[in-house]
């Protein structure tokens, strides 16, 4: 019987969730899904200087909008909590103390100018930067003057001389570091705290995390924390590291190409299912189309279908992605997510009426600000002062009867549009575009969006008439 399937997301709250972030969380938590498993969230907060607990805070609350709901972690905390690493320093301690009885680990004492200098006569001779050793070697005398110096050591895991360490990667293959290239890494900072090849490793050795996909950038740490966790006498996961996500540019994505963070693209009123059915395609192939649920898209994730190459983010394939999530919310949800874009004091059914006059027409919230100005102002729609737009020539194409056609018809029938464009029809003898487009520029200035019969009653008679009797000052 094979073990269970145990995945985690494990960020550093040390900034808000990018793109990036987000779908390696939601790839972790499809995985488990599909394997009917468990999803774990682990806050990897051992660096004090940048972590902040805002930070934390909004992740956790990013997460749950997203519908990425952990079986494990913070606020939900089982036999392996805590789930902040800041909070698991006696467990770092004790597996620290337990490489150092083996003779696994050393305390170093080299500056950061120290090993700069290295680095750089490393690469200038054109060998791979790695450590050289310097404190490898010392005597208890030794490492006793440099403590007497004041100089606070740091401690560096003592990579095998020789031998390999290899492993098969979910996305990559075949994978194998001679143990001679990767050199001696820090596991204990010089201020006493975990190092993240070391707490990151162990944690998810002590929490059953069998399966980990991370971005690509970790691929080079992998040996090492095989190494630690094989000196722990301590499993490891299964790994997975996931292609770069680009910008258009093709450089990494990030703020300098357009990308944004998760929460402003959800103050921006973008839609959980429109960026996770994206986030799903980026670096995933699949054969399914369209708009899916969660529940969906874990029963079509694979491992199997992870992509080497960079996966390009494209704003207007979110967009497209948008337009479907806006179009398939439910009335009651479309509202919630219009609500902040309308005026206040509307009555239940005006608003019933207005959601589902513009539902079909919008994409993001601004959208909705604007209509309901249309809508429910009471200045002329903006292009008509504009001389040279196209409303207004085509209010001067149609002429001053034709608006004033329209005033009349208001007057003796109200807001049926049979009613009015009838009326219109029959005093100016219009028809098809020539009658339509002219009244709809009148009336919202542009010549798309929402059918206009749901909209008169909505405008109101006394604006539908003060808007055409405006046309005909105009024409």
């Not at 994730?301 to 704003?315: E, I, S």
Request: proline residues 6%; neutral net charge; charged residues 25%.
């Amino acid at each position: 019987m094979s073990e269970p399937v145990v995945t985690r997301f494990a960020p550093s709250p040390s900034g808000e969730l990018h793109l990036g972030n987000v779908r390696t969380a939601l790839f972790n938590w499809l995985h488990a899904r599909r394997h009917g498993g468990r999803f774990l969230l682990r806050i990897e907060d051992t660096d004090a200087e940048r972590s902040r607990p805002e930070f934390a805070a909004q992740l956790l609350e990013d997460l749950r909008w997203l519908g990425l709901e952990w079986d494990a972690g913070p606020g939900r905390e089982d036999a392996a909590a805590p789930y902040e690493q800041s909070r698991r320093s006696a467990l770092y301690t004790a597996a620290l103390e337990q490489l150092e009885r083996a003779g696994q680990v050393y305390p170093c004492f080299c500056s950061t100018l120290e090993l700069e200098v290295s680095r750089r006569a490393q690469l200038a001779s054109g060998k791979p930067p790695r450590y050289a050793g310097t404190c490898r070697n010392l005597d208890a005398a030794q490492r006793a003057a440099r403590v007497a110096e004041g100089r606070q050591p740091t401690l560096r895991f003592k990579v095998p001389d020789t031998g390999k360490v290899e492993f098969t990667d979910l996305v990559h293959g075949a994978q194998t570091f001679a143990c001679a290239d990767l050199g001696d890494f820090v596991v204990r900072r010089a201020d006493g705290s975990a190092a993240f090849f070391f707490s990151n490793a162990l944690d998810d050795a002590l929490m059953g995390v069998t399966v980990v996909l991370r971005g690509e950038d970790h691929l080079s740490n992998t040996p090492r924390q095989k190494l630690i966790n094989a000196a722990l006498g301590q499993p490891s996961p299964t790994y997975g590291h996931l292609s770069l996500i680009t910008g258009d540019d093709g450089a990494p994505l990030s703020k300098r190409n357009g990308a944004r963070s998760l929460r402003e693209l959800r103050e921006a009123g973008y839609l959980p299912e429109a960026i996770f059915n994206l986030l799903f395609r980026l670096g995933h192939s699949s054969a399914v189309l369209g708009m899916h649920d969660l529940a969906t898209l874990a029963q079509q994730f694979d491992t199997a279908h992870l992509g080497r190459a960079p996966a390009r983010f494209d704003f207007a394939q979110l967009e497209v992605f948008q337009k479907d999530a806006v179009h398939a919310l439910t009335p009651e949800r479309a509202a919630v997510w219009m609500q902040a874009h309308l005026p206040s004091g509307l009555a239940p059914e005006t608003l019933r009426a207005f959601v589902a006059a513009i539902q079909p027409n919008v994409i993001l919230p601004r959208e909705v600000a604007e209509w309901a100005a249309v809508i429910f102002g009471d200045a002329a729609p903006a292009a008509l002062a504009d001389e040279t737009s196209e409303s207004r020539r085509l209010i001067r194409e149609a002429g001053r009867e034709f608006f004033l056609a329209a005033a009349a018809a208001v007057h003796a029938s109200g807001t049926d549009w049979k009613a009015l464009t009838t009326a219109v029809r029959t005093a100016t003898n219009r028809k098809g575009p020539e009658l339509f487009k002219p009244l709809r520029h009148a009336l919202t200035g542009v010549g798309h969006g929402p059918e206009l019969a749901p909209l008169l009653p909505l405008i109101g008679a006394s604006r539908l008439q003060a808007r055409f009797e405006h046309a005909a000052t105009l024409a």
